[in-house]
């Protein structure tokens, strides 16, 4: 009871429960040089973990926003094992506009959805208003992963990594051929809940492409837990392809 009186609450550890991380999931399953699909690379915060993780991964990165990609350029261009792209992942060919957001990171293919706490309290962070939150609309050219992986000859992917505020059922449709091969080992994908974008996710909206094709969850990392308090509500997820591994 007293604990309760300043919000605290004891739980049982289970010691035959080991709490991994995702990162120490890919150290104890993958021994090999894996290629790894960084779409929506930003500033090269996954590129750089990815390669603490792993001793020389391959690491095709997809970063569309022009700025952003200078950045990657001038961090990474000299690393042959990282292929930079400047270019967005989709449904199919195409050239569409992305909403550039102040903050790099939360800008989207999708129209942010006016008037929520979530714009309020990022446009004060970024010292500008809501209706300015959004700095720029940039033409940004789409291929399918499909078609990027023919173009390149890539038959095998060991880890897809989506982080693209709301677009990743997109990437999904576009990469009908190579989830059908069984080619993909892994997915990580961010899936927003909130809403921040026009589209809110649910599990469903992902799994309808990876529970046919041989895809089960195995991982899950959620910021915040509810939609009802905090200004964001999303979860990372992780799911394995069971015929790659003893599921």
Same mark, same amino acid.
């Given at each position: 009871? $007293?604990?309760?009186?300043?919000?605290?609450?004891? /739980?049982?550890?289970?010691?035959?429960? &080991? $709490?991994?991380?995702?990162? #120490?999931?890919?150290?104890?399953?993958?021994? &090999?040089?894996?290629?790894?699909?960084? /779409?929506?690379?930003?500033?090269?915060?996954?590129?750089?973990?990815?390669?603490?993780?792993?001793?020389? %991964?391959?690491?095709?990165? $997809?970063e %569309?926003?022009?700025?952003? $990609? &200078?950045?990657?350029?001038? &961090?990474?261009?000299?690393?042959?094992?990282?292929?930079?792209?400047?270019?967005?992942l *989709?449904?199919?060919?195409?050239?569409?506009?992305l909403?550039?957001?102040?903050?790099?990171?939360?800008?989207?293919?999708?129209?942010?959805?006016? =008037?929520?706490?979530?714009?309020?309290?990022?446009?004060?962070?970024? =010292?500008?208003?809501?209706?300015?939150?959004?700095?720029?609309?940039?033409?940004?050219?789409i291929?399918?992963?499909?078609?990027?992986?023919?173009?390149?000859?890539?038959?095998?992917?060991?880890?897809?990594?989506?982080?693209?505020? *709301?677009?990743? #059922?997109?990437?999904?449709? *576009? !990469?009908?051929?190579?989830?059908?091969?069984?080619?993909?080992?892994?997915? #990580?994908?961010?899936?927003?809940?909130?809403?921040?974008?026009?589209?809110?996710? =649910?599990? !469903?909206?992902?799994?309808?492409?990876?529970? %046919?094709?041989?895809?089960?969850m195995?991982?899950?990392?959620?910021?915040?837990?509810?939609?009802? !308090?905090?200004?964001?509500?999303?979860?990372?997820?992780?799911?394995?392809?069971k015929?790659?591994?003893?599921?």
């Amino acid at each position: 009871f $007293f604990l309760r009186e300043f919000g605290y609450t004891l /739980i049982p550890v289970d010691k035959e429960n &080991k $709490f991994l991380n995702f990162d #120490e999931i890919y150290k104890n399953k993958i021994t &090999k040089q894996p290629v790894i699909f960084d /779409i929506g690379s930003n500033e090269g915060q996954s590129i750089d973990r990815f390669c603490k993780i792993f001793d020389s %991964p391959i690491i095709h990165a $997809f970063e %569309p926003i022009n700025k952003e $990609f &200078k950045t990657l350029t001038k &961090k990474y261009s000299a690393n042959k094992n990282i292929i930079l792209n400047n270019y967005g992942l *989709g449904d199919k060919q195409d050239l569409r506009k992305l909403n550039v957001t102040a903050k790099s990171g939360n800008s989207s293919f999708l129209e942010i959805t006016p =008037n929520t706490k979530w714009l309020e309290t990022r446009s004060k962070q970024y =010292n500008t208003s809501k209706d300015g939150y959004i700095t720029d609309k940039q033409s940004v050219k789409i291929i399918t992963l499909d078609e990027y992986c023919e173009n390149n000859s890539i038959k095998d992917i060991d880890i897809l990594k989506m982080d693209t505020q *709301g677009y990743e #059922e997109k990437i999904l449709q *576009g !990469s009908k051929k190579i989830l059908e091969k069984g080619a993909i080992s892994i997915i #990580e994908s961010e899936i927003m809940f909130d809403n921040v974008y026009e589209k809110y996710f =649910n599990f !469903s909206d992902l799994e309808k492409y990876l529970i %046919p094709n041989n895809f089960r969850m195995v991982g899950l990392n959620t910021i915040n837990n509810n939609l009802f !308090s905090g200004t964001v509500f999303y979860a990372d997820a992780l799911y394995f392809n069971k015929k790659k591994f003893d599921l």
